[in-house]
């Protein structure tokens, strides 16, 4: 086995910046999400629903680009986007909420993430397709 090359610099600051963006954006959105008095956690669920969509969406549109743009799948994807969703919070939520004596909520929250988030893609990339 070989050693994977190392990224060009360029490309980790696009990811970081990006990543940096989307945790803030994530965290101010879930702060002004209605739900801290409902078993599910709504905010990450409807963050992370809305991750895949806009992943959708940024899937689409990138294969319109050449390869000469990969610094936007940088940004966006890898960065933004990975900063924004949160597959640890949706975990961590499915195991508060069981060890919390709710394994019923923690079933569907663990199923409707799954589902939902399918979904928001396959709509993101349908919607994107959609406008060429």
């Known amino acids: 086995m070989t ?9 980790l ?4 910046v990006g990543g940096g963006v989307g945790a803030v954006v ?3 959105l879930t702060q002004t999400l209605p739900g801290a ?8 669920l409807v963050v992370n629903t809305l991750g895949c969509l806009l992943m959708g969406l940024l899937t ?7 390869l000469h743009r990969q610094p936007v799948k ?21 195991r508060e909420l069981t060890v919390g004596g709710s394994p019923g909520w923690a079933a569907v929250y663990l199923v409707l ?4 988030g399918l979904l ?3 709509i993101g990339i349908t919607v994107g397709k959609g406008k060429r």
């Open 113 to 116: 993430s799954v589902v939902l």
């Open 74 to 94: 940088m940004l966006l994807g890898t960065g933004f986007l990975g900063g924004f969703t949160t597959f640890s919070h949706y975990v961590d939520g499915v």
């Open 13 to 16: 600051v696009f990811v970081a």
């Open 3 to 11: 050693a994977a090359a190392a990224p060009p610099a360029r490309a």
């Open 60 to 66: 689409s549109e990138l294969t319109r680009f050449p």
């Open 37 to 44: 008095d409902h078993p599910l956690p709504w905010p990450t």
């Open 26 to 28: 994530r965290h101010l």
């Open 120 to 122: 928001a893609v396959w």
